[in-house]
């Protein structure tokens, strides 16, 4: 009967005139580590990364009890399979990263509610640990979904508070303000500004954002040249396509739109002048994949900085200001939820107070407050 084998371990090679070194035996298979035997910490490093590198982490997915599967294989699975198929595979790939940090030791039975309350207290932010939570039940749902046939039940996780939605919207003075700002900008030399022009990119994506109300993301992707994982505006047939091709739409729609004549006039001015050449908004020549870096200094120059959570002027702000100004204009509301890509039931409850005549009923029967309607209609009678 042949003996079990013992796993991939480090053993010492001596051979005669020559330097002890540290070899990985794995039953019958020797492999080098390029490690002396003084070099002990090294070699197990080299250990530790051949086991990493023949373990595969889709084993267990063919069949077996879900609850017994490595969390960080279900993260590893779904970054795998999505890395290149969402729109900001970097911070996925973090938010893995932070997840598997965590949770490395755990299987899908360790999850329990204080076990993903405790990974919220140390995430610090309650809404990017929701996010992250999410993310971790998707990548269960789908690394579990293919290990067992019949009725299966959904992993569902254990979530903080969702924060309320940020309602801070631009007048049209604030606007012109932070274009000007954005427009104006400098390099900053010990509190002097002088030189050249950075914030020039920030301008125009405040001015997509503003006639379009598309989501950050999307803007920064749009591309003058039909291009797989970006967007794309057509300058001669003035549409806007937001969706990147070779993705697959989500919850957050971003449906396909006529650009306004002036936006487009300006898209159209750009890429004359030499300013967009691959992509509607670039900096130094190329496109942009975040205006984080320079944003703050922008709403500081614009006098819009603040302390106050909730009043904070961010990028995502031009949409609330998009979807804000159109609705107080009069456009219809299933108008402005297919134009920017907003639910009707959203824009109720976040902009309602932004719709011409909402509260119409309302203040008309202000001054009757404590009077019933037979009140109120016998007085007009009595007029009459």
Known sequence: ????????????????????????????????????????????????????????????????????????????????????????PKALKKMVLDLGEFFAEDTIGDLNGQRQRDYAKQRGSQSAARRDLETLAAAINYYVRDMVGGVQT???????????????????????????????????????????????????FILVGLYTGTRAGAICGAALIATIGRGHVNLETGQFRRLAYGKKQNNKRQ???????????????????????????????????????????VVEKAGLATEVKELKVIPHTLRHTAISWYLRS?????????????SIQIIKKVYGHHIPGGFDGVVEASGRIGRSATETQQKRLQRT
């Not at 569902?156 to 900008?185: D, N, Q």
Request: glycine share 8%; with cysteine; charged share 30%.
């Open 255 to 297: 449906p396909t739109v006529d650009l306004p004549p002036r936006l487009l006039a300006h898209m159209r001015r750009w890429e004359r002048l030499g300013i967009s050449n691959k992509a509607v908004v670039e900096y130094q020549g190329e496109p942009v994949q975040r205006v984080s870096n320079g944003w703050d200094g």
């Open 330 to 342: 009069g456009v219809p509301v299933d108008k402005v939820s297919d134009y920017c890509g907003v």
């Open 154 to 204: 959904l992993f569902r996780p254990v979530l903080p508070e969702a924060v309320p939605a940020r309602e801070r919207w631009l007048t049209r003075s604030e606007a012109a303000s932070l274009i000007l700002a954005a427009w104006r900008k400098r390099c900053d030399h010990d509190g002097v500004e002088k030189g050249r022009h950075t914030s020039r990119h920030i301008a125009r």
């Open 1 to 88: 009967m042949p003996r079990p084998s013992k796993g991939p371990r480090l053993a010492l090679f001596k051979a005669r005139g020559r330097t002890a070194m540290w070899n990985i035996r794995d039953g019958q298979r020797t492999v080098g580590t390029g490690c002396i035997e003084s070099d002990r910490a090294g070699a197990e490093r080299k250990l530790a990364a051949y086991i990493v590198s023949k373990h595969d982490p889709r084993a267990s997915r063919s069949g077996g009890d879900p609850n017994a599967v490595k969390v960080a294989d279900a993260l590893s699975v779904y970054l795998t399979d999505h890395f290149a198929t969402v729109a900001r």
